[in-house]
């Protein structure tokens, strides 16, 4: 969905997103399902720099493109949650414990019915329920 020019998340704007996504709009499309999930569940802050990570208190998702090529410029896009404990799921390929309490989940989104699943719209919620601790 198309954004106007302006404020979007904790100053970035919609400009920062457009250049990220410049050329890419499969993937833009599944990143928008997914902010869009995330704004819903309340304030955070989002920065983009060579992935878009969104937080509260702390940090605790980041999105990225993988594998980008002239071939595919829409790369595969790769979403990271942060929990405090592992979720043993095939939908996840990796989880990493980085600390004591927390565990990276690496996902990876590759259309926006995906984003739009039941499954990751509860993991998002977990994942800011663990941003704001």
Same mark, same amino acid.
């Given at each position: 969905?198309? !954004?106007?020019?302006?404020?979007r $998340?904790?100053? @970035?704007?919609? %400009?920062?997103? +457009? &250049?990220?996504?410049?050329? !890419?709009?499969?993937?833009r499309? $599944?990143?928008? @399902?997914i902010? %869009?999930?995330? +704004? &819903? ?19 605790? &998702? ?16 790769h979403?990271?949650? &942060? ?5 043993d ?8 414990q ?12 590759r ?5 739009q699943?039941?499954?990751?719209e ?12």
């Open positions: 969905m198309p !954004r106007e020019n302006g404020p $998340v904790g100053g @970035v704007t919609s %400009d920062d997103v +457009e &250049a990220y996504f410049e050329g !890419r709009p499969r993937s499309e $599944v990143f928008d @399902v902010a %869009d999930r995330i +704004e &819903a569940l309340g304030p955070s802050q989002m920065t983009v720099a060579s992935q878009i990570s969104f937080g509260r208190r702390r940090k605790f &998702a980041w999105f990225w493109l993988y594998n980008v090529t002239k071939k595919d410029p829409n790369g595969v896009p979403l990271m949650l &942060a929990l405090d404990y592992p979720v799921s095939e939908r996840i390929r990796d989880v990493s980085v600390g004591k309490s927390r565990w990276n989940h690496q996902i990876v989104v259309s926006a019915e995906d984003a699943s039941q499954w990751l509860e993991l998002l919620a977990e994942a800011y329920e663990y941003g704001a601790g």
